[in-house]
């Protein structure tokens, strides 16, 4: 898919002709020793407790606990019954740059990836205004190398503005970097628009992320359709507003031969599209929420918009049931958090009139982790799994713990159970769904590309 | 009982006690003077984001009746037409020290907000198509006066319920208070899961002369632009209830205003069996029992306790 475009200006070759994917502050490379930590990395093979020494932001030895000194200088984390993963992947997140920075800018954006254990983000390009020309995209990746402390990629959108009529120069995007195209915050309503996106794609690369519901369908609603929007008096999204379109666009990606990301799917309907679509060997990738995996539409009976308004809209446990189903066999390629950051202000109104979205980096482990492992309905191996393969749609591999790599991992207090917002947020947005929830499982520091890009305040690194 | 926000805040026992309250203060209305003073030296906001005639009169002389300082705001004229946020201007009011504020709100759940910013008691007039409780609570009060308790009665909801609160507030109240009750009209304007709260669901009139009480909802023009019906005349000739579709024994209601001829036939408005003088007359008392329960008796529903003074009484 990222093939070399013969023919266009080539500003950076470090990667088949395309810049390199992502963009992060240059800083100093970490040299850590963590020590008698659980390693889990499935596909590493790396179970169990061992020593793990980062030697300038490269992970240089993994042995038995207890097996590796200290040299002088080196931090030591003494982490005997902490867990240690190869960080996380999201590649769904808004960080509000350029033109809404009091909800999120690149810098408190990253640091809120940080604090969840990321180490690498896709920004999405329904900015003010959207992200739509090469200039955009080079300016936020150059901002991102002075400002951000975790790797970011950057989207922009299949349609010039986002107004559905004409594509972007999608081509010449793709030299300055952009990741993958989506108009994500609405839906392609036109079917013509998208195949020719599908169509120039061959072309150009980068996959095309899509926000599905068809805005016919879902007309003024504002929460799922169904018994507690009847009970609300709240006009309803109906799931078919998703799945018809995912139909839609799965018959035309596959038509096409086109690469397509459905994002953040809610409904047992949808699932199923998508279910259909992959047997019949269309390119089609999809992901799931954490809100989307531990909530239900019963949660809007608070009317709480901060915590439980977004688009998607949360559905009913048999959606819920079978996200869970469809993460676990696979139908589900990665957990996304479409971290939404909202200001008070745009949240502090009637249900029907506040903003959509709830941020989510913060909270995505430890909220599955305490609402889906702990209860044994998934495994910790897939939670880290499906944390961690966000990247893969768009040619960014996991991350792994291997010998060698660069260092992108986080080390997690798995038994520590904190209040969300208690301690305030690393997000210039208080909009978690979680806020007030009681969670297991702490993220005490990430190491983002080599970097220390994240360290729990009340966490420190002894010195040996 | 500190704020009223929907019927699911109250019991069977809170509502009778609000419905024993509400005729004592019905008597009041009959006497020459007509005040009580019970609310003296309170002041009580009512807060319209709406267009409400029957609604915000009813409750400015209501908290009137019971001696209150009313302040009311409309919202427009006033500095939400501005761009003031509803937490904006709630503060401001609080400026004034209410002890209630009456709200009505395009929007579903503004009263339940504004009951978590402020220290008055809260009453919801009408949020978006959420709940009217206080609608309900008079209409049950219009037919307890006419017939007694609604236990055991058949009562039939016509028309949009997708886009009513008074629907929804009464189809719990008259559920609550022992009522079976079915909701009667086109699928396209019946809400997805309505079953759910406990009503029977039809799409016909057929079976109407079971009905004890026949409820009808307003046919609101702006529906068809958006093909919930067809035409007016189609939604009339199926679903408009008049004379000829009723029984003698059968009562008819209606939250007003009317569309005569759309929903409800002229002739069956003109006759006796139409409870909707009772209701606008039953609003009054019942709101003058709503701010009663809520500031003058401390929040506690006391069905036992002695009625209300009329000025110039001894108390």
Sequence with gaps: ?????????????????????????????????????????????????????????????????????????????????????????????????????????????????????????????????????????EALRDRASHVASVPVGFTATVTRD????????????????????????????????????????????????????????????????????????????????????????????????????????????????????????????????????????????????????????????????????????????????????????????????????????????????????????????????KLGCGGTPFGIDPFTLAEGSRANLCLIDLDAEWVVGEDGYESRSVNSWCAGEKLRGRVLVTLADGQVAYRLRTFSLGVA | MKHLLSIDDLDPEQIEGLLDRAESFAEVSKRDIKKVPALRGRTVVTLFYEASTRTSSSFELAAKRLSADVVSVKASGSSVEKGESLKDTVETLSAYDPAAIVIRHPQAGAAQMLSQWVDAAVVNAGDGMHQHPSQALLDLFALRQRIGSAEGRKIWIVGDVLHSRVARSNIQAFSMMGAEVTVAGPPTLMPRGIEASGCEVRHSLDGIEEADVVYLLRMQNERMDESFVPSIREYARLFQVNSRRLGPRQLVMHPGPVNRGVEIGGDVIDS????????????????MAILFELLAHGGETNTTSEGPVPIGEPA
């Design chain 1, 162 to 385: 986002m107004k559905g009529r004409e594509l972007t120069d999608m081509a010449e995007l793709r030299q300055a970097g952009a990741v993958a195209f989506t108009d994500d915050g609405r839906p392609i309503a036109s079917a013509r628009i998208l195949r020719r996106a599908l169509q120039y794609q061959a072309m150009t690369g980068g996959r095309i992320a899509l926000h599905e519901e068809d805005p016919e369908l879902s007309g003024k609603g504002v929460m799922n359709e169904g018994v507690v929007s009847s009970e609300l008096g709240l006009r309803g999204v109906p799931p078919i507003s998703e799945s018809t379109m995912i139909g839609r666009d799965a018959a035309i990606a596959g038509y096409e031969g086109g690469a397509i990301q459905i994002q953040h799917l809610s409904a047992v309907e949808s699932i199923e599209q998508v279910r259909r679509a992959k047997a019949d060997g269309v390119d089609i990738t999809c992901e799931v929420t954490p809100h989307h995996l531990c909530l239900t539409d019963e949660a809007v009976r608070d009317l709480d918009a901060s915590k439980h308004k977004m688009n998607p809209p949360l559905r009913t446990e048999a959606d819920r049931q079978a996200l869970i189903e469809a993460l676990k066999d696979g139908t589900i390629d990665c957990i996304a958090t479409d971290h939404a950051p909202h200001a008070v202000h745009e949240k502090e109104v009637p249900y029907e009139a506040a903003n959509m979205g709830v941020t989510g980096l913060e909270t995505a482990f430890a909220s599955v982790y305490t609402e889906l492992v702990l209860p044994g309905t998934i495994s910790l191996g897939l939670l880290v799994e």
């Design chain 2, 272 to 287: 006796d069996r139409c409870l909707i003088a009772d209701q606008v007359a039953s609003g009054l008392a019942v709101r």
């Design chain 1, 1 to 137: 898919m990222n093939e070399v475009i013969d023919g266009l200006p080539d500003e950076g070759a470090e990667n088949g002709g395309l810049p390199a994917p992502l963009v992060q502050r240059p800083g100093p490379e970490a040299t850590i020793l963590i020590r008698g930590a659980e390693l889990l990395d499935p596909a590493a093979g790396l179970e169990g407790a061992h020593d793990l020494l980062v030697e300038d932001g490269r992970i240089s030895r993994i042995a038995d606990a207890g097996s590796i000194g200290a040299a002088e200088g080196v931090e030591v984390i003494e982490a005997e019954g902490f867990h240690v993963f190869p960080a996380f992947f999201d590649p769904h997140v808004h960080f509000r740059t350029p033109g809404q920075e009091y909800k999120e800018d690149l810098e408190t954006g990253t640091r809120s990836a940080a604090a969840g254990g990321y180490a690498g983000v896709i920004a999405m390009a329904n900015t003010s205004p959207p992200v739509s020309t090469a200039e955009q995209v």
